[in-house]
């Protein structure tokens, strides 16, 4: 064979298959193929499904995609919307190199978002069941032990040049490029150094991908966790790609994880893949910091009347932390207008949160314009704050690896290395040891736990993001909230905590019954995870539990946010995990918006259930802030705001509730709460016990009740907080001036 290019004489029926008038479709990139029995150039039309952000990074085996290219006039406007603009304002020319990059830069079939089925893939042979070629997906996760079905990668039963894993894209596919990782496992190191790619179109006759006169050998793994990218030095058409690994970890045996990138041929009688996505015309892309802020101004400047952008603090290298507001009444709380928040990106990593979020804004913003009833209501009712990244720091290491080539960990944590997720004080502990040490153990508080003494020091590692947020937590009277994680699916809620140290164990909180209401809420209409015939994403099956789990009873994390949440606030929370795929290519977010669309929306109505009232001063009619409402028969009180307003979420039923305040005499009313999506109002009226009566307290050397001292510690200890993130900030803003004063002197 005289020609140096991995081609298929099998495609040569391409010719006839495209008309013309394609080739000048602004959405469609044309790729010469030069077919090998004729060396007649055929032109066919690619379709680009993706609005392209994932940057892949060029690796050794990149060099090889010097070789010609016969890519003839690739114009793709629509395609990466956001390399040009948004810098800042600034427009950035594209390199040369940058531009041959994205325009050869297919999507991923879907070997890791699960798109692509197990029965698309096989292999030439496997060690056993657990490492079959279902396994061969990219950041695929194994168990604790291995020897089970899922196991961390497909091994091949030899050691020999022979084995292969082969993708089936079933449509006619312009491939691109191969992602490798080597095999997830705490016991074993398995890794491909080298390996070769051949390609198909009947699964019988096999191609050697080539450089040149020679077999193209592709660079793969340095280790079991890293991705790395090979590109085929000429982009070709076919339906089957063979990986054949060549060399491999000395003491390890055959075994990979891999994703294939690939643009579907687009064949114009075909309309079923223009179902794909989404129809709501929302910015469907990866957002960086900078595009991040300027999309959320884009937001305000659409919707002025019923948005705000503020702010909660800063990363900890210096990145702010941006919230959307979105209400009718921007800035402002309204009495008796509960407060909701979602909070996403606190593992930067999981990128989809923070997508999900921008969407959601924009499509409140655009369905509020338009009259969409239910979001009128629900911006009328409700006062929604919107943290798109709590870790932008994160974030941002992992932006720059892009979709496919940041693996499994990288940006997860803060630039500190702190795991946001158990950076809260672990006020479980504390409530739980208080009520073995008491007496009696109803007069243990069971809320509004204060933040610990120690964790208010200046050199607690508390991370400054997590600071900023506690700030924010006591700032606004939040009723409701969901944290927006991934890599599995799955809705977990408190506690995080297990009693005892335990690694696994179910701990439920006194407001179980709701806490699996609001799960279910969401688990229930995520389409992904309603789907009964969903796979599995990684070795967990959360199917056997209708996709909702208490968090103590997957595995304990002390010091989560949603515990503290719920013992340091009034506000409950649960933990939402979003997808199999951490970091989906962006050509999935329109897919994933629908997926969660309905789910994010009837989450936040739940806002609306249980009972909700002000209390009030019966002289004065002034509302009662820090009043205690007690549910009878529920360990868990919350407390009025600042205006004396309260929300108390609680499944349908009738209940007998008391309400206290400090210096006057409780009150008790029945409130019955209805199936219906909306609180009862259930106001209060207290009548002031003489002062006397605290002063009386006093003198008869009587202690004053538990409560109040512990409601002045918890506001101590705030202060004290806020006291030392200030000093902190404070030092690293002169650090960084003196760095910089350093650096300009050197230079
Ligand atoms: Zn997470």
Known sequence: MEKSLCTLAAVIFLGGFFDAAQLTDDTTTEVHLLLNSTSTAASVTVQLQHHSTAKTTPTAAQKLHTTAVTTKKLHRKNISRDSEEENNGEKKPASKTDEKKTQLDCPPLGLESLRVDDSQIRASSSQRSGLGPHRGRLNIQSGISDGDLYDGAWCAAYKDQNQWLEVDAIYLTLFTGVVLQGKNSIWSWDWVHTYKVQLSNDSVTWKTCMNGTEEAIFEGNQNAWSPVLGVLPVPTVARFIRINPQTWYINGTVCLRAEILGCRVHDPGDSSEQDLGSKDPLDFRHHN??????FMK?????????????????SYTGLKLYVMEISDNPGKHELGEPEFRYVAGMHGNEALGRELVLNLMQYLCKEYKKGNQRVVRLVTDTRIHLLPSMNPDGYEEAYKKGSELAGWAEGRYSFEGIDLNSNFPDLNNIMWDAEEMAIDKSKVSNHYIPIPEYYTQEDA??????????????????????NLHGGELVVSYPFDCTVGWAPQEDTPTADNAFFR????????TNLVMANPNRRLCHHEDFQVHNNIINGGAWHTVPGSMNDFSYMHTNCFEVTVELSCDKYPHASELPIEWENNKESLLVYMEQIHRGIKGVVRDKMTKQGISDAVIKVEDHDHDIRSAVDGDYWRLLNPGEYKVVVWAEGYFPSMRRCHVGMQPRATICDFTLTKTPLQRLKEIRAKGLKIPQDFLQLRLRALRLRKLRATTKVLNQRRVGQRMLQEERKARGA
């Open 517 to 524: 209401w609001l799960a279910t809420v969401y688990a229930s």
């Open 298 to 314: 884009s937001v305000t400047k659409e919707c002025p009347d019923i948005t705000r952008i503020y702010t909660i603090g800063k």
């Open 289 to 294: 910091y900078n595009e991040m802020r300027k």
């Open 461 to 482: 590692m508390v991370s400054p993001e997590t600071r900023a947020v506690i700030s924010w937590m006591e700032d606004i009277p939040f009723v409701l909230s969901a």
